[in-house]
């Protein structure tokens, strides 16, 4: 996938925080595709932070207690420009042919 495009994931910061006083244990996070979280007898922990694709902030969006937190958008869109990860994203687009 070309989220990063040759930039080390090792090397972004993006991750869910789990607030363990706000969470009702409902589980929601529990549904992530990448299996970034494990089940405790507390809730949910982040077990695989670097698993999280970039960006993604869908298990804070639903978590019912409001306990799941990212870090801000401004990191990551500065991180983009910095590294000129937006343009080699569009290049690799365009040799897969998804863009003209």
């Known amino acids: ?15 869910p925080t789990v607030d363990s006083e706000k969470c009702v244990k409902c589980g929601m996070c529990m549904n992530c595709g990448k299996a970034v979280y494990e089940w405790t007898d507390k809730g949910s922990v982040v077990a695989r932070p670097y698993a999280c694709v970039v960006g993604c902030t869908t298990c804070g969006n639903l978590c019912l207690g409001e306990a799941i937190t990212f870090p801000e958008r401004a990191y990551i869109r500065d991180l983009y420009k910095r590294e000129g990860i937006w343009g080699k994203v569009k290049k690799q687009l365009q040799d897969e042919g998804k863009l003209n």
């Not at 996938?1 to 991750?15: C, S």
């Open 1 to 15: 996938m070309a989220w990063l495009t040759g930039y080390p994931r090792e090397n972004v910061e993006w991750f």
